[in-house]
């Protein structure tokens, strides 16, 4: 039984913060993960992000023959990644309205504000990570979490635990305007835009209904 079968879904992977191991488990990694974006629906992109300038050859032929587009993100400043990845994500919630799911390969805690986002727009969201190092308000506010973990420990188990309500949403329009100010405040300040310092200054804002 195929979950989600017909479904379009986006898949958006933080490479810096989830690798494969070129040690011999990358293969059940990447197995891991391709069993549990397979089995939500019909991929409509697949991107996986980091710099990748010296990335072993291994890993990104793993990466490519699991369907992944490769995004180039230079590590010029802190936190690179996480911000093209969500710029990424949004613009493709607007753009691509068929896409019902967004599953996103992370444990990074900073990707809470995008994935309210993504459920003020009325789209499921899915985190796939590790229980271990995941932050419980990244597990809580998606729709799904999946612990790579548990299925690494035992390959024909997979643990989804259900949050439809564990959180309240932020329409994209306040989101979007939330975000603007704190990058507006960061800079009159003269602090740089990075993603955890304005995740930080979000979360500060009286509109803001979310707590850490």
Not at 127 to 147: C, P, T, Y
């Amino acid at each position: 039984h195929v979950v989600g079968h017909g479904h379009q879904v986006a898949i958006f992977w933080d490479y810096e913060n989830i690798r494969l191991s070129t040690q011999g488990k990358s293969i059940a990694l990447a197995k891991a993960i391709a069993q549990a974006v397979d089995s939500r629906g019909i991929p409509r992109m697949k991107y996986v992000y980091a710099n990748w300038k010296g990335a072993h050859t291994s890993v990104t032929q793993t990466l490519t023959s699991m369907g992944f587009s490769q995004r180039n993100v230079s590590m010029g400043k802190q936190n690179s990644v996480d911000i093209q990845l969500s710029v990424d994500c949004l613009m493709s919630a607007h753009q691509h309205p068929a896409i019902s799911t967004f599953i996103l390969i992370t444990s990074d805690k900073d990707y809470v504000p995008l994935i309210h986002a993504l459920r003020g727009l009325g789209r499921k969201t899915v985190v796939i990570g590790r229980d271990g190092s995941i932050s419980k308000a990244l597990k809580q506010s998606a729709n799904e979490f999946v612990d790579l973990n548990a299925v690494l420990t035992d390959p024909g188990a997979e643990t989804a635990r259900e949050e439809e309500d564990a959180m309240p949403t932020m329409s994209y329009e306040d989101a979007v305007t939330c975000m603007k100010e704190a990058i507006a405040l960061a800079q009159h300040i003269n602090k740089p835009p990075i993603f955890p310092f304005i995740n930080t200054l979000m979360q500060r804002h009286p509109h803001w209904p979310y707590s850490k």
